[in-house]
């Protein structure tokens, strides 16, 4: 194999779609205001607006995490200026029209999921226990499928490249961007849509959750708190653009971050506990340091996975304590707002530290009243100024998978 290019990688347009809004203004503002409680968090359907970048038949021939994926896709591809503005779906062709600069052959998908198209095939077992199995879905096959959503997008505009799935549960989103700026770094892709999608809220995995205890019985996700009492589910998509740094300066693109290091681990303890006292996740964090090249008292704030669980808490509070020690970079866990989205979290996360550059701000943990006196770090209850430098951005899933990603800043623009 031929060595790296080790380009650097530019963020260049956002994409979400989350229970507390859709689309990146509203999911911003949603990040600074209490939710209602509930141990399980919906995307207002309503607001989807699926039908304005799909026709009908691929709406319904498509699992819900598919089209979360669709829709934050083209927010962000038309966010980064490599979507024809007037380019909507119609019955003959759901391809929309790219750039004509975009070379397709070198343009690629890397999406992290965590259970693929569960709701469909909780739907269709219904279905088959109820009517019989001539009532099954001819699409079911391909709609539970966890490498649906990257295949949709590939097809959905048309990008000849590499269309990787990533499926390392909560950590997914997170690994696929790493995978997909490694994509671009390596010289392998020029354009790359990454991100995470999920939506794992059927009735058999949400029972699944409640028999073992990880749901919230009081539905207030409090990441980091003494009183927490579990984590609130969810579902959401999270997308990135990711360009050559050179080539986004060149066509005079918006630059979100820069993405400067990244790495995944395996805890090898448990199928769902963490290894004690987070000793997995601080060596992924180490290694992601020492991929970017940097210290870590450079890393001026960290998005934590804080899934208002006891165990993942405690265990993630000692590995950043480790990790920072006095140094205290702001710590802050979204998830007080967006619950756990599982596969799509890692995602999620990353288009708000993308947001938290542009706003030059870190929004609080909401949820958090009384800090748990046991996790040592400096975790943001109300916004902070995010002062410039490097972000780190972490997720931690079942299987013992670990991700962690390094977030640089943009560059600094000068009027003359």
Known sequence: MRAPLNRQVAVTGIGVVTPGGVGVVDFWSSLFRDMPPSAVRRVAHDTLNARRVMTHKTAKNSDINVRFAIVAADEALRDAGLLDVGAQPDDASDVSMLADFVDRDRAAVSIGTGIGGIQTYSMQAD???EKGERFVSPHTVPMVMPNAAAGALSIRFGLRGAAL???TACAAGTDAIAAGARLIAHGTADLVI???TDSSL???SLAGFANMRALSKSGISRPFDRDRDGLAASEACGILILEPY???VARGARIYMTIDGAASTSDAHHITAPAPHGTGAERTMRLALNDAGIA????V???????STGLNDAAEGEALQRVFGTTRPVVTSIKGVTGHSFGAAGAVEAVAVALGFEKAMVPPTIGLVNQ???IDIDIATTPRPLPRGPVMSNSFGFGGHNGSIIFGPPPITVAY
């Open 194 to 196: 990454a991100g995470g």
């Open 202 to 204: 059927s009735p058999v």
């Open 246 to 248: 050179d080539a986004a």
């Open 296 to 299: 870590p008292e450079e890393i």
């Open 372 to 374: 748990d006196e046991t």
């Open 301 to 307: 704030h960290v998005n934590a996975h804080g899934t």
């Open 127 to 129: 279905v088959l226990r």
């Open 165 to 167: 799935t990533t499926a």
